[in-house]
C-alpha cells in the first residue's frame, strides 16, 4: 500500500493524544511523497474529500493542513476534482478547528474559483458562516477581487468588501477595511 492510502487511513482513524501533532506531520510527509511521485494514487483524493466531510476531522486543530497540500498542489487535480472540492470548501468553511482552516479556503474559494458563482457563495457565507470564520470572509472577497479577469465580479467583490465596512461585528470591519487596503496599495 502506498504513503498516500497509509496517511489516509491513519488521519481516518480514532484521535490519539498526538493526533494534531501527527495530523501536521502526515500533511508535510504527504506534501514531500507528493513531489517525489508527482502525482496521486486515484484512491487519494476521494480519501482527501472524506476527510475534509468529516466535522471530527475538521475540528482538529491542525486538519487545515490537508487544505493546504491541496492547495499547494491544485495543478494535480483534474477539472471533475476541482469541481467537485469547490463544494467541500463551502461546506467546511466554518467546521475548522483553527482560524486556518477559513483562511486557507477563503483563498482557494478567490483564487481557483474567480467567478460569479464563487461571489455569491460569499454572500452567502458572509451571512451564515459563524465566527470565527466569518472574519474571513472580507479575505475571500479581496483574493477574488485581485484574482478574477472579469471586471464586473471584481468591481462586486470590492463592493462587498466596501458594505463589511458597515458591518455589525467589528472584527469583519477591520479585516475589510485591511483587505480594501492592500487592494489599494497594489494598485
Aim: charged share 25%; hydrophobic share 45%.
Amino acid at each position: 500500500m502506498s504513503y498516500f492510502l497509509r496517511a489516509i487511513r491513519e488521519l481516518s482513524s480514532v484521535p490519539t493524544s498526538d493526533y494534531e501533532e501527527r495530523v501536521e506531520d502526515i500533511c508535510r510527509d504527504l506534501d514531500g511523497e507528493t513531489v517525489e511521485e508527482g502525482k496521486w494514487p486515484a484512491e487519494f483524493f476521494p480519501g482527501v474529500m472524506n476527510l475534509l466531510s468529516d466535522k471530527s476531522f475538521l475540528s482538529v486543530r491542525t486538519s487545515w493542513h490537508l487544505l493546504l497540500l491541496i492547495k499547494n498542489n491544485w495543478e494535480l487535480l483534474s477539472s471533475a476534482d476541482a469541481s467537485a472540492f469547490k463544494s467541500i470548501l463551502v461546506a467546511a468553511f466554518d467546521n475548522f478547528g483553527d482560524w486556518m482552516g477559513p483562511f486557507v479556503a477563503s483563498e482557494m474559494l478567490g483564487k481557483f474559483y474567480p467567478d460569479e458563482d464563487t461571489l455569491t457563495i460569499l454572500r452567502k457565507l458572509n451571512k451564515a458562516a459563524n465566527m470565527p470564520a466569518r472574519e474571513l470572509i472580507p479575505h475571500a472577497f479581496e483574493t477574488l477581487a485581485r484574482t478574477t479577469q472579469n471586471e464586473a465580479v471584481s468591481g462586486f467583490a470590492l463592493r462587498e468588501l466596501e458594505m463589511l465596512l458597515e458591518d455589525d461585528s467589528g472584527a469583519v470591519r477591520k479585516e475589510a477595511a485591511i483587505s480594501l487596503a492592500r487592494i489599494a496599495n497594489a494598485s
